[in-house]
Nanobody, 121 residues
Framework: HVQLVESGGGSVQAGGSLRLSCTAS????????MGWFRQAPGNQRELVSY???????KYDDSVKGRFTITLDNVKNTLYLHTNSLKTEDTALYYC????????????????WGQGTQVTVS
């Protein structure tokens, strides 16, 4: 069955970095659009970044130039490299499996991990 397990979150000072991981099982990540979302308390879940099957990527303007999404096919693991972290990046970060063309359409993401907490102070 499909499973997504995130890890790598933690508490860091502003300006710091974290590498978030999302290990997938039950399917091949490279065959789908994969995304990273985040949700801060009191806010809606927002899309941070996604990667299409052809490895093209998109980023929300708030993280562009600071975050990078990558995929390790061998490990079937999606990463979110977060740099120059700001206090407003504090949130629970989720990875999600979407349809092949999911892109920004969050309704097209049908499997989610449990999330990993990022706290920036």
């Amino acid at each position: 069955h499909v499973q997504l397990v995130e890890s790598g979150g933690g508490s860091v000072q502003a300006g710091g970095s974290l590498r978030l991981s999302c290990t997938a099982s039950g399917f091949t990540s490279a065959g789908y659009c994969m995304g990273w979302f985040r949700q801060a308390p009191g806010n809606q879940r927002e899309l941070v970044s996604y990667m299409y099957r052809d490895r093209s990527t998109k980023y929300d303007d708030s993280v562009k130039g600071r975050f990078t999404i990558t995929l390790d096919n061998v490990k079937n693991t999606l990463y979110l490299h977060t740099n120059s972290l700001k206090t407003e990046d504090t949130a629970l970060y989720y990875c999600a499996k979407g349809s092949e063309q999911a892109g920004y359409d969050r309704d097209e993401y049908n499997y989610w991990g449990q999330g990993t907490q990022v706290t920036v102070s």
